[in-house]
């Protein structure tokens, strides 16, 4: 029902920052949030941060709060993930994913992924 691209990952040194993109195209009215997450190597995916797609709640994981802003611009159908103080235990894909309906549903659609290396 949608389908989502990331963009923005790459490297970074310890204490830098980037800034993650994820464009969203296909059935986007039915979208209750976005959510970031991240993988890093021999580890299970864990969620990073949410945002109501036409709300203004948002959610942290405390590994990022204070660090890591998301946000949405819904003109264009695209989700955002400010990184800064970065460190090197964000090194991960990160993938932006769309849960539609309502807040119970699962983050069914995921994007490719983007990788994330933070140098110390």
């Known amino acids: 029902q949608v389908q989502l691209v990331e963009s923005g990952g790459g490297l970074a040194q310890a204490g830098g920052s980037l800034r993650l993109s994820c464009i969203v195209s296909?059935?986007?009215?039915?979208?209750?949030?976005m959510g970031w997450f991240r993988q890093a190597p021999g580890k299970e995916r864990e969620f990073v941060a949410d945002?109501?797609?036409?709300?203004?709640?948002?959610n942290y994981a405390g590994s990022v709060k204070g660090r890591f802003t998301i946000s949405r611009d819904n003109a264009k159908n695209t989700g955002y993930l400010q990184m800064n103080s970065l460190k090197p235990e964000d090194t991960a894909v990160y993938y932006c994913?769309?849960?539609?309906?309502?807040?119970?549903?699962?983050?069914?659609?995921w994007g490719q992924g983007t990788q994330v290396t933070v140098s110390s």
């Open positions: 296909g059935r986007t009215f039915s979208m209750y949030a």
């Open positions: 945002i109501m797609w036409y709300g203004k709640s948002t």
């Open positions: 994913a769309a849960k539609m309906g309502d807040a119970g549903a699962p983050y069914d659609y």
